[in-house]
Structures are given as C-alpha cells and as structure tokens.
C-alpha cells in the first residue's frame, strides 16, 4: 500500500513539473504578441535617389549617407520569377511554416549528430530578416535573440509583408541592397522586368556576395544559379527542361556598376539642369 502510495506521489509530482513546463513554454511562445513589430516599425527611411535625363536615361544614383544604394519597392513590382527563386534557394516551405520551420530543425540536427558537424541550416526567412535587422554574434544567446525577435516579427507581420521587407534587404554585392537596386544596377531595369534567367541569378548572389560576386567569380555565380533553378524544379514552379535552357541562356551584366555618387549638392544641381 506504502509503495502505491509513493508512486502516486511521484506521478503526482512528476505531473506538476510537466504542466509547469508547458505552462512556461505557452506563456514565452505567446509573449511575442504583446511586442509585435509591425511593418511600419521597420520601414526602410535611408533610401538612394535615382536621377535621369529629360529622356529617362539615367545620370546616376545619390547613395544613402551610409553609402549604400538601397531601393524599396512592393511585393507585387518585383518579378514573380524572383519571388519564385528566393523561395526556392532559401526557404522553400516559407508559407507553410511559423517563424521557424520545425521540421528543417530536425533535419539539421539528425543531419549534425550523423556527420559530427553542421550539414545544412535551418534558417527561414523570418529569421534571416532578424539577423538582418539585428545582427548578433553566432552563438547560443545570438541564436535565442534571433529567434525572439523572428517571434516578434511573425507576430506583427502577415508572410507577404515579411517577405517584402527581406527582398528590399537582400545584400546583393558591394554596397547594393534588396532586388530593386540590383536589377537596375547589374541589368538597368527595375525588378518586376527580371526574366527567369536574370532573376535566378540575382537570387543566387544572397546567400554569400563576395564569394558569388558577378563580376569576379562568374562560374561560382553559375553553379549556384543552377542550384537555385534545381531547387525551382522541385518546389514545382519550373519544368527541368526550362531550369536547363534558362541555365545555358547568355545573361549580360553591366560591366560594372558605374553610376553611384556621394550627396553633394552640386551633383544634385548639375543633375537637375541637364
């Protein structure tokens, strides 16, 4: 009788710590709802200004102070085609899943205890727009930090809206930032004028710019265009037909991106009068 006793006990105890538990995970996962950002909260305000002639040939760009060219421009004026590749190179279930994607954190971590070594991430864009946002160190705290402020995020923001604000963020090379500023730097056309061609390879310049840089590591740019138009065969958005015809297609770059001046008011004046 004793021994049921304790037994009881201990179930009795050991159910106390496990509601404990799920009553602590409920009360952080919903935390984030009482200090949502919103998309208002992270408007991009330090934007550089495009100047062109009385003909719509274009003179140059005035840099943001920092000297970055950064253009924004809505969800519906970037190309499907780009909207598609991002996607498909970097979160792939991005409108299935919350801030994180559960399964893609399983699949990491089997991935790491086979190999002994990180094998793939797990990041979504939620939380690549975090690290963007706030950058923090790769650590455990860095991690959790990150993770806070997806919550955050996903909790203000619908997945459109989020999505918006990573692709007018997107490092594109040098000191070119989100989709708009690359089309018209590398192409001279705004970004809802990508073709597939152009767009998967503007899609293949994030995930790390100095490596996939256009101008000076062309093949590298290449073969993770490839990537991306394999990975749009198998999120079903293109046939393997048109990924290998879009991957042999000549796509010409601008020389280099000329073009990008420092604010000054005398630039702006001889720009004006032209």
Known sequence: MKLILRSLLKLKHTSKIILAVLLICLVVRL???????????????????????????????LLT?????????PLNQVSLHFTQAILAAEDGSFYHHGALDVKAVIRASKEAIH?????????????QLARMLDPVPRSFSGKLSEIWLSWRLAAGMNKDEILSAYINR????????????????????????????????????????????????????????????NRMVQEKYISEAIAARTHTEKVVFQFSPRGNYRCTTLFILVSQSV
Not at 33 to 60: C, E, H, T, V, W
Not at 188 to 211: G, V
């Open 31 to 61: 935390l984030p709802y009482f200090a949502p950002i919103r998309a208002a909260d992270i408007a991009q305000n330090k934007l550089a200004m495009q100047f062109s002639d009385r003909n719509g040939l274009p003179l140059g760009t």
């Open 65 to 73: 102070r920092d000297q970055e060219h950064t253009s924004v421009v």
């Open 115 to 127: 190999a002994k070594r990180i094998v793939s991430g797990a990041s979504t864009i939620t939380m």
């Open 170 to 229: 997107l490092p594109m090379g040098g000191n070119i930032y989100g989709v708009e500023a690359a089309a018209r730097t590398y192409f001279s056309i705004p970004a809802n004028e990508l073709n597939l061609a152009q767009a998967s390879l503007l899609a293949a310049i994030p995930n790390n710019p100095t490596y996939f840089n256009p101008y000076e590591h062309w093949e590298r740019l290449k073969q993770r265009q490839k990537y991306v138009l």
